[in-house]
């Protein structure tokens, strides 16, 4: 593992910023949190991994604190980055009432809360294992059931989100129609609905790269994962379409692997 250099007094900025997320990073790896760990497992890696780093650092006279603090601040600066690298929002969108729907641990929210004051930026996140107590904006709820009244917010987002309502881990799965058209329902009108997602040519393709990946292992199971995740985007992109036909204004823009749709409001 990647060790840091003996200086008295050593700051995030001497050590560079980058190194002690390439340090962090290994360290994840090495004690790897899972999405079924219990609260107590993750509590008892989280120890590993905050104590692993603190062996590393003390050699170079950092504090923990410090380095803690810096790692924060550069994890809340690229994943803004990352979602403008998506959704492009203007400085404007980025100041308006937002909701952000499967907001995870919630960095883009304390990004607008707190770097950009925006009070009126909220997310929400139905795994309460990932969501601070102490993280203002953040509620815990169902995307498919939102606590907001109608036309509340000028932007509604999700990443990552709406490929679930795909996925064959979802038994008898709710169609990918439903969170959209709860999307649509908290937004204003000429307010924006933002997500990714792949689309049917998507799924086959993907469907296909499997398939010769996997050879011989490639199971009938699979096969009728891949159909369901096919058929869900049709019917996502269908309903898409029928918007077109009711004023609403939609793109669909291509970018790196997914797929951005916008959606405009009436």
């Given at each position: 593992m990647e060790q840091l250099p003996n200086t008295e007094d050593k700051t995030s900025t001497d050590i560079g910023v980058a190194v002690l997320k390439r340090i962090f990073k290994e360290i994840e790896k090495e004690i790897r949190m899972e999405p079924w760990d219990t609260p107590k497992e993750r509590r008892e890696k989280e120890k590993l991994q905050e104590e692993s780093f603190r062996h590393i650092l003390e050699p170079s006279g950092m504090s923990f604190e410090n380095a803690t603090n810096s790692l924060k601040e550069a994890k809340l600066i690229d994943n803004f980055d990352e979602y403008q690298d998506d959704f492009n929002l203007s400085p404007e969108d980025l100041n308006k009432p937002l909701l952000e729907i499967g907001a995870a641990q919630g960095t883009f929210i304390q990004y607008l809360r707190e770097k950009l004051g925006n009070k009126?930026?909220?997310?929400?996140?139905?795994?309460?294992?990932?969501?601070?107590?102490?993280?203002?904006?953040?509620?815990?709820?169902?995307?498919?059931?939102?606590?907001?009244?109608?036309?509340?917010?000028d932007t509604t987002l999700a990443r990552s989100y709406m490929p679930m309502f795909y996925s064959e881990n979802f038994r008898n799965p709710l169609s990918p129609n439903e969170p959209l058209k709860e999307m649509l329902r908290v937004t204003k009108s000429q307010g924006k609905i933002l997500f990714d997602t792949s689309t049917p040519e998507d799924e086959i393709k993907n469907a296909?790269?499997?398939?010769?990946?996997?050879?011989?292992?490639?199971?009938?199971?699979?096969?009728?994962?891949?159909?369901?995740?096919?058929?869900?985007?049709?019917?996502?992109?269908?309903?898409?379409?029928?918007?077109?036909?009711?004023?609403?204004?939609?793109?669909?823009?291509k970018n790196n692997d997914c797929t951005i749709v916008k959606i405009t409001k009436p």
């Open positions: 009126s930026a909220y997310g929400v996140e139905l795994d309460n294992k990932k969501v601070s107590p102490y993280l203002e904006g953040m509620i815990i709820g169902n995307g498919l059931k939102l606590p907001f009244n109608e036309n509340t917010f296909n790269d499997v398939k010769k990946a996997m050879g011989d292992n490639y199971t009938e199971q699979m096969a009728v994962d891949a159909k369901e995740r096919h058929n869900s985007a049709v019917e996502l992109f269908y309903f898409i379409d029928s918007l077109k036909t009711k004023d609403y204004l939609v793109k669909i823009e």
